[in-house]
């Protein structure tokens, strides 16, 4: 199910600060076109944090209409400041969403028990299957791989997007192992030629809005056991993830998006603010 490079899209403002709901619609065409498995909507990539609802609503209606027309994944962001609001959240999605990345909710570190009673009691009542947003660094919250195959176990959470800051310990040990039809995605763009080494299925990549095909002939370069094409375009795209990550996430991607005509303003929501001008030109000439 979650096999493949999926894209969770940026959203674009236009100049007087607006969602610019077109050029959504046109990065997702094109990056499904050039054969990404899916889209992400409302991502930390799309700043859904400063996002209000109506807007969230929109960016939602848009993927999943682009979805629907090429039979692509739409996997939606959720997130809560609890397990309740998060389980609202859930069943409040729309029917076309195909799949939910959830987190842990940060700042609380409700330790592994409380992680395993969370995702337990969402994948009890969520309408859609769960992939375990696994970002340590962001939750505060650090999770075994025990806890994520005990949890991957559960029918309704298909897998895990893991970004765990590097391939650590943990990442080897669930990977050599994973529950039946629990699929891992890489969610560390740098990082994912050697999660893909590892065993992921693929990965959820701001990077792959540049350079889709290249991203997808790696996963399949991988899934093929051609070693010796997949090692060269991983060296290569990873020098592409680092230069669009050395300021924060999506702040670079969109000056260079907007550089090459495909959004029309680089701008971010504060508290972000707009990557330099040195950053946007070295990821431009990042090959
Ligand atoms: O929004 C996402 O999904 C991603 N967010 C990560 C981040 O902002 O750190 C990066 C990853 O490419 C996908």
């Known amino acids: 199910m979650l096999r493949g490079i999926h894209v969770p899209l940026v959203t674009p403002f ?12 046109k990065l997702a065409r094109q990056v499904l076109d050039e054969g990404a498995a899916g889209l992400v909507a409302l ?24 979805c629907a027309e090429r039979q692509a994944l739409l996997t939606v962001g959720v997130t809560g400041a609890d397990t309740r609001a998060t389980g609202r959240a859930l069943r409040e999605l729309p029917s076309e969403v195909g799949a939910a990345l959830v987190t842990i909710p940060s700042f609380l570190r409700p330790g592994e028990r409380g992680v395993v009673a ?11 299957p769960l992939v375990i947003y696994h970002i340590p660094y962001r939750t505060g919250q650090a999770v075994s791989a025990a806890t994520l195959r005990r949890l991957g176990a559960h029918p309704m ?54 350079e889709t095909a290249a991203f997808v002939e790696l ?11 997949a090692r060269a375009l991983g060296h290569r795209l990873a020098r592409l993830s680092a230069a669009l990550f050395t300021e924060p996430n999506p702040t670079v991607l969109k000056g260079v998006l907007h550089a090459r005509g495909l959004i029309p303003t680089p701008d971010v929501r504060l508290p972000l603010v707009p990557a330099s001008a040195e950053a946007v030109s070295r990821a431009l000439a990042a090959k």
């Open 157 to 210: 959470i298909a897998g895990a997007k893991y970004a765990a800051g590097g391939i650590d310990a943990e990442a080897v040990e669930l990977l050599a192992d994973p529950p039946e039809g629990f699929e891992v995605l890489c969610g560390d763009d740098v990082f994912v030629s050697p999660l893909l080494a590892l065993g992921a299925v693929g990965g959820i990549l701001a990077s792959a809005h540049l």
């Open 118 to 128: 969370h995702f337990e009691a969402l994948a009890e009542e969520t309408p859609v």
């Open 14 to 25: 236009d100049a007087s600060g607006e969602v610019a709901v077109d050029a959504i619609e």
């Open 43 to 66: 991502g930390t990539t799309g700043e859904v944090a400063a996002l209000d609802p109506e807007e969230r609503a929109r960016v939602i209606e848009v993927c999943a209409r682009v």
């Open 219 to 229: 996963a399949d370069a991988w899934h093929a056991g051609d070693v010796v094409r």
